[in-house]
């Protein structure tokens, strides 16, 4: 059964980093979309990074330079590398993976992602 597992969360405080990790595991082929969602409460889910195959990569506009995703396709993981870190970056992030292409994966919308990881949170204090 395939699982994303998420690991890296944590607390630190305005303009600190961290960096997320995922590894999705009982996959038979490379999933071509994986990426990075959040949920704040109250909030809507939203897309924050995505990548296809590593080749490409797509950021939300609120995240766009300070944070970055990477793939390594041969353990089927996914990071998201995030600096300058904000109050507003306060939420619970979830691995995603997919089998879309092209627009589908650069349009980050939650629906057509099949593969969900259980969450990890991230907390930025001032």
């Known amino acids: 059964q395939v699982q994303l597992v998420e690991s890296g969360g944590g607390s630190v405080q305005t303009g600190g980093s961290l960096k997320l990790s995922c590894v999705a595991s009982?996959?038979?082929?490379?999933?071509?979309?994986m990426g990075w969602f959040r949920q704040a409460p109250g909030k809507e889910r939203e897309g924050v990074a995505t990548?296809?195959?590593?080749?490409?990569?797509y950021y939300a506009a609120s995240v766009k330079g300070r944070f970055t995703i990477s793939r390594n396709n041969t353990k089927n993981s996914v990071y998201l590398r995030m600096n300058s870190l904000k109050p507003e970056d306060t939420a619970m992030y979830y691995c995603?993976?997919?089998?879309?292409?092209?627009?589908?994966?650069?349009?980050?919308?939650?629906?057509?992602?099949?593969?969900w990881g259980q969450g990890t949170q991230v907390n930025v204090s001032t």
């Open positions: 990548s296809l195959y590593g080749d490409n990569t």
């Open positions: 009982d996959f038979s082929y490379t999933p071509p979309c």
């Open positions: 995603a993976a997919g089998n879309q292409w092209g627009a589908q994966c650069v349009a980050m919308r939650p629906s057509d992602f099949g593969y």
